[in-house]
T-cell receptor
Framework: GAVVSQHPSWVICKSGTSVKIECRSLDFQATTMFWYRQFPKQSLMLMATSNEGSKATYEQGVEKDKFLINHASLTLSTLTVTSAHPEDSSFYIC??????????????FGPGTRLTVT | GQNIDQPTEMTATEGAIVQINCTYQTSGFNGLFWYQQHAGEAPTFLSYNVLDGLEEKGRFSSFLSRSKGYSYLLLKELQMKDSASYLCARGSSASKIIFGSGTRLSIRP
């Protein structure tokens, strides 16, 4: 149980275009999902907390108008990178919290999405 | 990152024991995590310590001292597949997990 999927697993796009990444909890309902970004040889940096039915909470320094987050259902959150630029090329990972799970930090990570902007 | 410090790289020998240390900012602390991450993959959960002391799970053990803001991950009987990055992370407010920069562990035969 507790499986989180991401789609696509990798994507290449041209500079100036927008890219949407989906994060789904497959066998549980996730009221809260988290989006992380990871540059090569660096750790995961939390970008935002996505709450079902409400606005996302962004970490300091993350542009909310550039990284649009929508959490329209209990099993799906989407991250849209708008007007992507090469510096946005990164590994984007989501995690989902299972409210029925063992504790407030019971999070399950998706497999990640590799974004390359050319 | 975010006041979590751990060595950038470590090397160890197959079959040996290695200890990866982590220090963190104690304010707003809500537990200490260790994750393993292979290149190009998502992190996988190893341990979560809330109370002081050592917790053992097979070849992996994790230790926490809350008063010192210190934790370590101990890996025994190292195998080549243990070559990975090990991420120390702490629980923060609103169920958030804040990650350190990670330690890249290389295992040599």
């Amino acid at each position: 149980g507790a499986v989180v999927s991401q789609h696509p697993s990798w994507v290449i796009c041209k500079s100036g275009t927008s890219v949407k990444i989906e994060c789904r909890s497959l066998d549980f309902q996730a009221t809260t999902m988290f989006w992380y970004r990871q540059f090569p040889k660096q750790s995961l940096m939390l970008m935002a907390t996505s709450n079902e039915g409400s606005k996302a909470t962004y970490e300091q320094g993350v542009e909310k108008d550039k990284f649009l987050i929508n959490h329209a259902s209990l099993t799906l959150s989407t991250l849209t990178v708008t007007s992507a630029h090469p510096e946005d090329s990164s590994f984007y990972i989501c995690s989902a919290r299972d409210p029925q799970g063992g504790g407030p930090y019971e999070q399950y990570f998706g497999p990640g999405t590799r974004l390359t902007v050319t | 990152g975010q006041n979590i410090d751990q060595p950038t790289e470590m090397t160890a020998t197959e079959g040996a024991i290695v200890q990866i240390n982590c220090t963190y900012q104690t304010s707003g602390f809500n537990g200490l995590f260790w994750y393993q991450q292979h290149a190009g993959e998502a992190p996988t959960f190893l341990s979560y310590n809330v109370l002081d002391g050592l917790e053992e799970k097979g070849r992996f053990s994790s230790f926490l001292s809350r008063s010192k803001g210190y934790s370590y991950l101990l890996l025994k009987e190292l195998q080549m597949k243990d070559s990975a990055s090990y991420l120390c992370a702490r629980g923060s407010s609103a169920s958030k997990i804040i990650f350190g920069s990670g330690t890249r562990l290389s295992i040599r035969p």
